[in-house]
T-cell receptor, first 110, second 115 residues
Framework: EDQVTQSPEALRLQEGESSSLNCSYT??????LFWYRQDPGKGPEFLFT???AGEEKEKERLKATLTKKESFLHITAPKPEDSATYLC???????????FGAGTRLAVHP | DGGITQSPKYLFRKEGQNVTLSCEQN?????MYWYRQDPGQGLRLIYY???????QKGDIAEGYSVSREKKESFPLTVTSAQKNPTAFYLC??????????????FGAGTRLSVL
């Protein structure tokens, strides 16, 4: 069965303290791995999509990487405004179906 | 501004009542989706539609119904058969050509509670 697991469930960082969020998956034939940011009470905001192992994408303080079994979201020198829940998802099935992890709640304190 | 509009932001349902959540997009996207989000869980797919007048059940379709009469609109009805409707409902859309077809964009959500 296709599934995705995110860790840790919650992460507290001091401003400027770099860290990484993990998304591990088991899927028969990965067709795309997606990262979203979700603020409380709002819809997810698209960040990155990765299609093949070894691929990397960057946006400001965020960098997403992909291997054959997992993806990492690296946060460099985070700021309080980076506080949010980060969701990963992968494409499954013959149609455009996303399987989501439960997310990592990130809190960055000044 | 192009985007996905969900309404209302908050909705309350009485026992035995059907309620309808609205989702409109002006992105000219072909495909639209409804997800349900519960605390501590990932988003789960309720229904999706790839073209007008066609839609398919997702993983948790029981107690829900949809229609797709226009490309821009994909309303979700939560029926009285859905015994645990309290959740955050999210609508999404995507184009359907090339690799960009895989990127789903989300609305701001509707929070449904039971009175």
């Amino acid at each position: 069965e296709d599934q995705v697991t995110q860790s840790p469930e919650a992460l507290r960082l001091q401003e400027g303290e770099s860290s990484s969020l993990n998304c591990s998956y088991t899927v028969s034939g990965l067709r795309g791995l997606f990262w979203y940011r979700q603020d409380p009470g709002k819809g997810p905001e698209f960040l990155f999509t990765l299609y093949s192992a070894g691929e990397e994408k960057e946006k400001e303080r965020l960098k997403a990487t992909l291997t054959k079994k997992e993806s990492f979201l690296h946060i460099t020198a985070p700021k309080p405004e980076d506080s949010a829940t980060y969701l990963c998802a992968f494409l499954s099935g013959g149609y455009n179906k996303l399987i989501f992890g439960a997310g990592t709640r990130l809190a960055v304190h000044p | 501004d192009g985007g996905i509009t969900q309404s209302p932001k908050y909705l309350f349902r009485k026992e035995g009542q059907n309620v309808t959540l609205s989702c409109e997009q002006n992105l000219n996207h072909d495909a639209m989706y409804w997800y349900r989000q519960d605390p501590g869980q990932g988003l789960r797919l309720i229904y999706y539609s790839q073209i007008v007048n066609d839609f398919q059940k997702g993983d948790i379709a029981e107690g829900y119904s949809v229609s797709r009469e226009k490309k821009e609109s994909f309303p979700l009805t939560v029926t009285s058969a859905q015994k645990n409707p309290t959740a955050f409902y999210l609508c999404a859309s995507s184009i359907y050509q090339g690799k960009a077809k895989n990127i789903q964009y989300f609305g701001a959500g509707t929070r449904l509670s039971v009175l």
